[in-house]
């Protein structure tokens, strides 16, 4: 049993193009954080929200958390090759973090 | 600084095998942390320590084990390996200098483990 489910779990798309990804959960979340992980290697950590309705950008990116703490985005705009990767959400609950189902990403130049 | 190292990078056995992980944390890092990443269950938590102690653990068999040294190097171990425990194992390092919940965690490349 996932706690996050991500959609869509796959996206191809154009570069320039924008785009959107969802992480849902039933469960509240003190905070949340989103991964990029590219083949071969681990996550990295992009970016942690904390309080309900946040938003945070990250140059093309971003980020929102929702009012109840239970789910959040990630949008970007004018996507590059670049931006190709495994992208997880993370949720802390208690003392540890429950990823996201992950959404794999391709940006065709 | 270096960043976190696994080793091995890969990794095949058999049914039945036992097999030890290894994982040297960022220096400074006191807090390590295991993940368990398959296609169909993606990101799933192990375990974690701190300063040589287990603080947290996920819901995972007894057959998964770790510990931690003095010098904060871990090692995860599975016994008696099942087809199911095929998968990436990644192990992160954190510096616990952040408020609980801001906590960067970093990530190493992972091991992948085939068992046959």
């Known amino acids: 049993t996932q706690l996050l489910e991500q959609s869509p779990q796959f996206l191809s798309i154009q570069e320039g193009e924008n785009l959107t990804v969802y992480c849902n959960s039933s469960?509240?979340?003190?905070?949340l954080q989103w991964y990029r992980q590219e083949p071969g290697e681990g996550p990295v950590l992009l970016v942690t929200?904390?309080?309900?309705?946040e938003v945070k950008k990250l140059k093309r990116l971003t980020f929102q958390f929702g009012d109840a703490r239970k789910d959040s985005s990630l949008h970007i705009t004018a996507a590059q090759p670049g931006d190709t990767g495994l992208y997880l959400c993370a949720g802390r609950t208690g003392n540890q973090f429950y990823f996201g189902t992950g959404t794999s990403l391709t940006v065709i130049p | 600084k270096a960043g976190v190292t696994q080793t091995p990078r890969y990794l095949i056995k058999t049914r039945g095998q036992q097999v030890t992980l290894s994982c040297s944390p960022i220096?400074?890092?006191?807090?390590v942390s295991w993940y368990q990443q398959t296609p169909g269950q993606g990101l799933q938590f192990l375990f974690e320590?701190?300063?040589?102690?287990?603080?947290n653990k996920g819901n995972f068999p007894g057959r998964f084990s770790g510990r931690q040294f003095s010098n904060s190097r871990s090692e995860m171990n599975v016994s008696t390996l099942e087809l199911g425990d095929s998968a990436l194992y990644l192990c992160?390092?954190?510096?616990?200098?952040?408020?609980?919940?801001?906590?960067?965690?970093?990530f190493g490349p992972g091991t992948r483990l085939l068992v046959l």
């Open positions: 469960s509240v979340f003190s905070s």
């Open positions: 992160a390092s954190s510096g616990n200098v952040a408020p609980r919940g801001y906590e960067t965690q970093y």
């Open positions: 929200v904390v309080t309900g309705g």
């Open positions: 220096s400074g890092h006191r807090s």
């Open positions: 320590y701190f300063s040589e102690t287990q603080r």
